[in-house]
């Protein structure tokens, strides 16, 4: 495994430990050259996913670009790095158990925001405001509207 900084390609592992969820390996690594310690996660993988972009594009799918949009969402958030990786988890475990192979930005995107709305409502509407683009501050006030209304076939419809 390369070191992330120095970019040498031998470490050690010192530890290793299954995940909260057990979807992953946690590898403690030491730089054979710097001696910096680092983290490796290792999980196994079903199927190579495309994405295919609302451009057209298609592109490989990329578990760390999701959880970068992640992180930006729950920023200052009290949530614990370990619900973001479960989260993480879950998606992708839904999206490669799926059965396609090509899975479309908006199911993605679907996906996230039905798992943020369960987690942190302000993490939510980060996410909703980046994914649905908003440009005014209206839209805002109309999606905070929306979410607080029942689903269709909700109790109580």
């Known amino acids: 495994m390369r070191c992330p900084f120095c970019q040498n390609e031998d470490s050690q592992v010192k530890d290793s430990r299954p995940t909260e969820d057990g979807a992953a390996i946690r590898r403690r690594r030491q730089c054979d ?56 988890s879950g998606i992708v475990r839904k999206l490669e158990s799926s059965g396609e192979s090509e899975i479309t930005s908006e199911t993605i995107g679907e996906m996230v925001m039905d798992a943020l709305a369960n987690l942190d409502p302000v993490a939510y509407v980060r996410y ?30």
Request: charged share 40%; glycine share 6%.
């Open 33 to 88: 050259r710097c001696g910096s310690r680092f983290t490796t996660f290792e999980r196994v993988q079903l199927r190579d996913l495309i994405v295919l972009k609302r451009s057209g594009r298609r592109v490989p799918f990329d578990r760390d670009k999701l959880a970068r949009s992640l992180q930006v969402a729950l920023r200052k958030r009290p949530i614990e790095p370990e619900q973001i990786e479960q989260m993480i």
């Open 128 to 157: 909703a405001s980046v994914y649905r683009d908003f440009k005014e501050t209206s839209d805002f006030a109309d999606f905070i509207e929306e979410a607080g209304k029942p689903k269709r076939g909700a109790k109580g419809d």
